[in-house]
């Protein structure tokens, strides 16, 4: 136990470093060159994406429209797959719909990219150029199916365990609520998501 704590204590002294900028530059320009294909489109031709962006369309106008609301009803509920509907609908206040999906996707290239990074790092006590490699592998059937929530939530799950990996061995008081609330995320996030980081745990 006590070498797991010394462990925990160099994994938190070792976060209190910033990752070298150059890393981070590369990462940026990586993620710029695998979000042109997104950008040049108007709507990326995902299999399940049209879905998501009519579901953002109405949830965006909120009731305002009397077409849509002799057609559709907005019900909240307590579903497992909501990554999209937190996110886009408020970015519709300042871009369009189309827009708002796109900044989500590259929210979620991000997240995948960046998670990997993290987790590395958490595991390996230093920051590699190494898990750059990850941007090769955004573009696959899972993305092509336009599994976004999914990917969304997945991302956060590899944050979540990177900051499993630096926070497990800490005071009760501290591990419950954070986790408590990267769970809840996770969860509504998307329920696979959830999942992975139970399975990790």
Avoid at 35 to 50: E, T
Avoid at 128 to 143: C, E, G, H, K, Q
Wanted: charge should be positive; proline fraction near 6%.
């Amino acid at each position: 136990r006590d070498r797991l704590t010394t462990g925990s204590r160099t994994a938190i002294d070792f976060y209190k470093k910033r990752p070298p900028f150059w890393i981070l530059s590369a990462a940026a320009m990586l993620l710029g060159i695998a979000l042109i294909p997104v950008m040049l489109v108007r709507i990326p031709p995902l299999v399940d994406y049209p879905n998501h962006m009519a579901r953002m369309h109405i949830l965006a106008d909120a009731g305002k429209s009397p077409w849509l609301n002799q057609n559709y009803e907005i019900h909240l509920d307590i579903l497992p797959n909501l990554a999209m509907d937190m996110v886009v609908p408020p970015l519709t206040r300042f871009v369009s719909v189309e827009t708002a999906g796109k900044v989500f996707i590259g929210l979620t290239f991000a997240l995948l990219v960046g998670g990997v990074m993290t987790l590395h790092a958490a595991l390996h006590r230093r920051w590699s150029p190494w898990p750059l490699l990850a941007v090769f592998f955004l573009y696959n059937s899972v993305f092509l199916w336009g599994f976004l929530n999914y990917l969304f939530g997945l991302g956060l799950a590899l944050f979540a365990c990177a900051l499993w990996m630096i926070l497990r061995e800490r005071s009760a008081a501290l591990v419950i609520p954070v986790f408590s609330l990267a769970t809840t995320i996770l969860f509504f996030s998307h329920l696979f998501a959830f999942g992975i980081f139970a399975m990790v745990i």
